[in-house]
């Protein structure tokens, strides 16, 4: 056994052996097609010679130097590269290293604004049922992951929950989408009465739900609404963007999209793209302004934020993206993939919904369609689905409980912006042996201990 603690501790996962472009190979020499980039981390593919480059010259020249004592140019350079192309006004960057520390830090940037402007009494957060913010205490006391959050409820801060912006389960079939955007407004300002407005630091939501939900984007016009509620009692928009922003979704930041500039955004995963952990927090100048004529310090600090061996390979990144046209291309070939999903899915009898922006695509399974009827959570379909894609080559990222953290199944795809056509072709192909292999073992195990299946529409 080994000695390392693995996610699965009675499992150890395939030995990489090396990995470049779309392709990682095992220690065995299989080969596997990464779909998902991880966990829609790895935006450049593998072992860009550019990111290389440029880490070994940082490592080189100065790997770390500790913030208390110095800056690096790297990351002074990523600073500027990053507000240059953010929303308006996000003109301050902290660097940290992940999508947990990022929104701990936001958090707690939030919390340290209301007491600089004299409103101390501002202490609660609300945030989405359905979401995942990281796995950190105040991450995951923001986070509305159920199965996450389960065993350390006690130790969370209370957080506001409202629904989320999740049209295929939420939405009710004699509601219009309008409608439907409405009554989560009216949610939304119904929480903030009852925390009471002048109590309410700010509302936390990521702008296209990534793991939990798998790929959930916002219904038009849901995000300027929810800011235009938020302005009007004093608390701040804190946009998730750990895993839908840096060009995943086709513009760098998604909340572009939605025309919004939020008072603080999160990002991190495609912001390295895996080659150094590393993520980020930009905040608004209003937000920072009064700490800065303030205090004068943001109250917080870990010993490796901004470090320069992670800056210099971000900084790599970002400039790939730019130099290369890389968010163009995520909206060409996002096109294509979704057409490649509908091409595939759009009859079959246990796929629900096909959903997603750029290369940031979700596919939902039911026993059902039409009744949108999950698996039996017992059957664990999303692990099968992942087995069996492991088996045909092929990383993708499935989840379970999609509708409440414990029901249903999806599939999130997340391959990284270098991919071709022919391997978005290959990518469906395979994914789709790989859900049909995975259904049909579920169904003979649920015969075998007689866990019912609801008879699809097209069986019955
Ligand atoms: C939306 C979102 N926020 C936060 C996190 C936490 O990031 P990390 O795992 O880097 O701590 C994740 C990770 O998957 C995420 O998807």
Not at 38 to 46: D, R
Not at 183 to 203: K, N, Q, S, Y
Not at 297 to 311: E, L, M, N, S, V
């Amino acid at each position: 056994m080994s000695g390392l603690m693995h996610r699965n501790l009675r499992l150890v996962p395939p030995v990489v052996a090396s990995a470049s472009g779309i392709e990682i190979v095992d220690r065995d020499g299989k080969r596997y097609i990464d779909a998902s980039g991880g966990a829609a981390v790895s935006c450049l593919g593998h072992a860009h010679p550019d990111v290389l480059a440029a880490m070994h010259a940082q490592v080189d020249r100065v790997p770390y130097a500790h913030t208390s004592f110095f800056t690096t140019d790297v990351a002074e350079m990523l600073a500027d590269v990053l507000v240059d192309d953010a929303p308006p006004g996000l003109d301050n960057v902290y660097l940290v290293s992940g999508g947990s520390e990022a929104i701990e830090a936001a958090l707690k940037l939030a919390r340290q604004h209301a007491v600089e402007v004299g409103e101390p009494q501002r202490s609660v957060f609300i945030a989405r049922r359905q979401s995942y913010h990281g796995n950190t205490l105040g991450a995951l006391a923001v986070g509305g992951n159920e199965w996450r959050r389960r065993e350390f409820e006690p130790l969370l801060m209370h957080v506001e929950r409202v629904s989320p912006c999740f049209e295929y389960r939420e939405r009710r079939d004699d509601e219009t989408q309008d409608a439907f955007t409405d009554r989560l407004i009216a949610e939304l300002e119904a929480a903030i009465e009852r925390v009471g407005p002048d109590r309410v630091l700010g509302f936390c939501a990521e702008t296209v739900v990534g793991a939990t939900a798998g790929a959930v984007p916002p219904t038009p016009g849901y995000f300027r609404r929810v800011k235009e509620v938020l302005d009007r009692c004093g608390a701040l928009l804190i946009q998730d963007e750990v895993m839908c922003g840096m060009g995943r979704t086709g513009t760098m930041y998604a909340i572009e999209q939605e025309g919004v500039v939020p008072d603080i955004v999160a990002i991190a995963k495609g912001l390295g793209g895996g080659y150094q952990p590393i993520g980020a927090v930009l905040a608004h100048e209003r937000v920072v302004a009064p700490i800065r004529d303030g205090s004068g310090a943001f109250q917080h600090g870990h010993t490796y934020i901004a470090h320069a061996t992670a800056a210099a390979a971000a900084l790599a990144v970002q400039r790939v993206i730019r130099r290369d046209g890389l968010l163009g291309v995520v909206r060409d070939r996002g096109r294509y993939l979704e057409r490649a999903l509908a091409a595939r899915f759009d009859g079959h009898p246990h796929v629900g919904d096909i959903r997603g922006r750029g290369l940031f695509r979700g596919v939902e399974l039911v026993a059902d369609r039409a009744t949108k009827t999950p698996f039996e959570p017992a059957l664990r379909l999303h692990a099968r689905v992942k087995a069996e894609a492991m088996r045909a080559g092929l990383c993708v990222y499935p989840m379970g409980g999609t509708i409440d953290g414990l029901r249903g199944d999806h599939v999130l795809l997340a391959p990284p912006f270098i991919v071709r056509e022919s391997d978005l072709d290959e990518i469906v192909a395979r994914l789709a042996r790989a859900i049909d292999a995975a259904i049909a073992d579920a169904k003979r195990d649920g015969v075998a201990r007689n866990i019912s299946l609801p008879a699809t529409q097209e069986e019955s």
